[in-house]
């Protein structure tokens, strides 16, 4: 350091030198001169501390340093740093005060000394474009201002500056010259009694992600933190700091934050965490959502290693670790899994199932909670355009989707970590739990919710049936309120789950539930009721068949009736899926059809009654097949007193109205009575008679609707020729009529073969009329002989008018009606009585035999069909054989044994050769009688 002698005049340049620096060297446009200039001013000030040229300039020194900090190049940024140190401690008190005042001004200004630009100012300097001149350099002081400021200590700002900014050149041997340890060991003394309230700051600082604040900062820190206890010691406070400032206004600050927390708590103890943890998740959560990205990356990087240091505390034994787990569940459980952004979600789950498989039996007090929230996160988290497609798809693709659905949920990360938490359960947790589910099965709107609910109570059931056993009526009632859900996935979960859980349950309440079932069944016209009654059966019989067979007089009774549902509007035509189950659960639950039936009589004919009396058409024709198909299996060992006790069923089914189905009930009536013929001879109590039961049939003979009445006649006919009753004159009223009603013809003898002669310009109901009356004359003549009488009276009467109905109708008809006229002849001349004993009325015989024999030409001679012809031959035999045998050729005029031997010469070129040898034959029997 320069000291000029005493009484020694000398030259003294310093104050031309200090003014061309002040004056003309510092304002001047070129970098390169300014940054020169300051080296020689601190420089100057170094070596001149105690000049009076130096002492009496300070402020403007200062000045002149501060219009230095702002330039772009770091060596002069350093070197003025430097120098505003140095001018600090050369001043007083007073001085000192005037100096910080002003720099703190600046710094927090941003005022600056205005260099002159012209146009060979280098503003940006070799990669440093993009980079404001003053921006980022100026940024890092007033960061230093501030915390000298948030210390009430101003004057700290010097030793903030002299600490930061300290250029490599600095630590060389001629930078040693310049005392910077000495400084910096002087700094720290004076800004002890601060490290409370620095330290905090310091530390989220060194992650800044401006780099000069970054380096600065670290500078300050590395020269003040020698003690590396001092974090621990300051844990708490830096703790507050940093999430304090996590959702600070400034993204710098919350970059920072983020960052200094993902330092902060990388392998630090649970104790020394554990009152912050509920805090930190929740803001991080917030800030995971930043708008801006490079802090919502920061936000992510420490969420990350939040949970890897949550997870490694669960894994510790004792209370800490349990205290852990009580305090992160209901954040992630309240704001993670339910957030809005998808990043949050996803964290939440992955951190839940790897906690689920780290803390064990310490999730036991939580599960009542964890898993309610985990299977409502199976629908919240799924993605919505499912549900958009689900609508829009078909009931097929509905139902394949729903599936895909439902089995993604069971797989999913969250459903992992339910089955997890089901390991540990115990009584004192399902108290709390089942009402939960309970809430959640009757709340729950999702289709994975539904569908992990149900498979929770499965895994119940299986694995602590005894503990369950106090809770599975409401879990049964809760499932039972949701199974008639419209999506078929989560009927079959549901039915799957009261399967398992009836095993666990009282009698008294699987009674409850099969009776509740089956007054769905009856009585509920959906077809969503009826599928879930049969797939809950169904799910009963297969994973519980020891409670249906104690359950067997409700449940199978139902299920022979469910056997016999009719296909829904989506099914094929014939079949029906749910029919298939309820056929399965009788079939596994009987010793066969005949022994089951006989077993459930009563029970399968009061189940069947209820369905008659159904308000449902529906239902009545599933009772009244269920009814016909217990007539069939039963026929042969039908007695008293179920005989009488399903004939009064099927009877009193007719009553009322026509209804699609109805049919049923005639045709197990005509079964029951051609099987139960001699029984029903016989008297006895509570059981119709043969006359009730034809006076029934009758009735509904008479119905308008011609469907129904041609399966009424087809009865009639089949009760009256088994039970050999004379209501002929009954069925003339019925039959007649429909006989003489203009039928299908064929136009001419040349073109008899032809099935059907319709108009081409008739549109299809006319044809579909056309159909009906056709089948309706066919039924009529069927039933015509069927019905046909063995009384002489009745014969007397009607015979003549019977042969020319049916003679009339073999000469222009279609050759289905000339198949349905000859097959009706057949009783007619079996049963005919003028054929069993001669010269009971020849001239009868004889106008019957004449009208018939010429009839016989039209179907004999037809070539088309050679059913027709067939069927005429056998005709033809019947005659010539009661002839016969009653010797009453006489009977049989010339002309028309003439007429019969011509056509049957038309079958002797017949393709079929059995017909050739038939025609052949009759031919000579008819030939050789006299």
Known sequence: QYSPPHNVKSNDVVPWVLNSILCRYIPSQNPHVRQAACIWLLSLVKKLSQHKEITSHLKEIQVAFISVLSDPDELSQDVASKGLGLVYEMGGEADQQELVSTLVETLMTGKRVRHAVSEDTEVFQGEGLGKTPDGHSLSTYKELCSLASDLNQPDLVYKFMNLANHHAMWTSRKGAAFGFHMIAAKAGEQLAPFLPQLVPRLYRYQFDPNLSIRQAMTSIWDALVTDKTLVDKYLKEILQDVISNLTNNTWRVRESSCLALNDLIRGRQADDLIDHLAEMWETLFRVLDDIKESVRKAADLTLKTLSKVCVRMCESTGSAAQKTVAVMLPTLLEKGIVSNVSEVRSLSIQTLVKISKTAGSRLK?????????????????????LNYLSLRATEQEKSAMDAARLSAAKSSPMMETVNMCLQHLDVSVLGELVPRLCELLKSGVGLGTKGGCASVIVSLAVQCPQDISPYSGKLMSALMNGIHDRSTVVQKAFAFALGHLVRTAKDSSVEKLLLKLSTWYLEKEELVYKSSCALTVHAISHYSPDVLKAHAGVALPLAFLGMHQGPGPDEEKGESHDATLWAEVWQENVPGSFGGIRLYMTELIAITQKALQSQSWKMKAQGAAAMATVAKEQTGSLVAPHLGLVLTAL??????????????????????????????????????????????????????????????????????????????????????????????????????????????????????????????????????????????????????????LMSGKLRLSTWKVQLAVLQAMKPYFQDLLLLEKAGEDSSALSEILTETCAALTYPLENKSYSSVRTEALSVVDLIVKRIGESEQWECMSVKSREQLQRSLSTLQSDARPALRDKAQELRRRIQSQP
């Open 365 to 385: 007090p939580h599960a009542s909670r964890l898993i309610p929230a985990l299977l409502e996160a199976l629908t919240t988290l799924e993605p919505q355009v």
């Open 651 to 804: 009877i009193h089914g007719l009553s009322g109205r026509t209804w699609a189905g109805k049919e049923e009930l005639l045709k197990a009536i005509a079964l029951v009575v051609s099987k139960c013929s001699t029984e029903l001879q016989k008297p006895c109590s509570g059981q119709p008679t043969i006359s009730e039961v034809v006076e029934a049939v009758l009735k509904e003979c008479r119905k308008e609707n011609l469907v129904y009445k041609m399966a009424a006649l087809r009865c009639a006919g089949d009760v009256l020729r088994s039970s050999q009753e004379d209501h002929f004159s009954d069925m003339t009223e019925i039959l007649f009529p429909l006989i003489r009603k203009s039928c299908p013809e064929s136009g001419g003898a040349s073109s008899r073969s032809l099935d059907e002669d319709h108009d081409d310009d008739s549109d299809d109901k006319g044809v579909k009329d056309k159909e009906l009356q056709t089948e309706a004359l066919l039924c009529a003549l069927e039933t015509l002989g069927k019905t046909w009488p063995r009384n002489p009276q009745t014969q007397a009467h009607f015979q003549s008018e019977v042969c020319g």
